[in-house]
């Protein structure tokens, strides 16, 4: 019997058993070990790095639960319609006057305002989404706030301004406002920093808005030309709250001019798959969950992507935006009442219906945004409209 062969001085990876090279196969199996080790590490790189975004997101955010403070007497939800049932989110913008950069119209002062308030409809058939603001110069009779223990913290009040509220009590008073004077039952509100905002409008690359004339305003912090022009962070902060040198100076152009500005956030952030670009998202996200507040039933990052996944079929002409009807305050020229029309406004929302076309004159949707995006003007609704737009401050 011959010796088994041996390793030559050239081949000393090369033993043979049975015809088959043990070499290579071992070679094989160390890159496929490499391979899966690496695809492990990978793996759990990319796993820690999705829980710790989530838990830095997640503790970005401040909840609030005001159901207590919204009293046993609150209005009856709606009965749903369609696959889900309709949402109603009140949205408030906050203005800390001790907080750098959160100064409108440089007023300062101890405390928290709110200047801009937003009912968000999303319909029960997911097919509309309708933002109703409310001015903040409104004349209300005002019930009583009260704190987290349900306790009143301030009587109720007659002939007093909207915006008071939110100064007395925060988002619970506002709310609990709202629905007493509407009769419309809020699920969720959102309380949005006027200081993240700033933040939330970089991270996308800016926003587009048209002003129909030069501006020049030393209070306002605003020197334009007339034009379409994309607004930095800062720019956008000044110009939703400019009220000085666009439109005729009152607080509804103002609010027009807000409408128009998020109408145009959210067709960039959409249209343009602004929100596609993994950085541009990463910091959208940051900066939007540092300036929430919000209540716990959407106060984490997945309730929030289930809240939005519920806007995905909604077209941007779909998107509303609609003013309360309102009319001058006969004791006041500078304030307003709402209107008669309102009540019917606030029974179509709580009836979950679609808005009609005399709600909706003069609205704004997220498609056509006043000389950002081409829209025609032929008809007499357009021409009336484009009249409506540069009387509050928007190109035509």
Sequence with gaps: MSAPPSDGPGNPGDATVGGKRKGRA????????????????????????????YRHYNGNLNVKDISTELGTDRPTPTAPKGPHGPINIMIM???????????IDNLTGIGKRSDTTILLHLSGDRQHAYGVSIPRDSIVNRPTC?????????????????NEAFNIGGPG??????????????????????????SMVDAIGGVEVCIPHAVNDPIGH?????GTHKFTGEQALNYVRERHSLGNGSDIGRMKRQQAFIASMAHQAISANTLAN??????????ATKSLTLDPDIGNISKLVGLAWQFRHIGLDHIQFVTTPWEPDP????????????????????????????MLNGS????????????PKNGKQEQAQAANNLANGLCA
Aim: aromatic share 6%; net charge positive; with cysteine.
């Design 331 to 358: 004791s006041d020229p500078n304030r307003v009442v709402w209107a008669p029309a309102a009540r019917s406004l606030w029974s179509a929302i709580k009836n979950d219906q679609v808005l009609t076309k005399a």
């Design 222 to 226: 605003i020197t334009l030309p007339a």
């Design 173 to 198: 008073c506002t709310v609990r406002q709202f629905e007493q004077l509407t009769g419309v039952r809020v699920d969720h509100y959102v309380v949005v920093d006027f200081n993240g905002f700033r």
């Design 364 to 375: 704004l949707n997220a498609k056509h945004i006043p000389g950002v995006t081409k829209h």
């Design 26 to 53: 071992k070679a094989h199996h160390t890159v496929a070990k490499a391979v899966g080790a690496t695809m492990v590490v990978i793996s759990l790189i990319t796993g820690l790095t999705v829980v710790f975004l």
């Design 93 to 103: 913008g906050s203005d800390n006057r001790d907080a750098p950069g959160d100064h």
């Design 146 to 162: 009260l704190n987290d223990n349900g306790k009143v913290i301030s009587p109720e009040a007659t002939g007093v301004m909207w």
């Design 278 to 287: 993994p950085i541009h998202l990463a910091k959208f996200i940051d900066a």
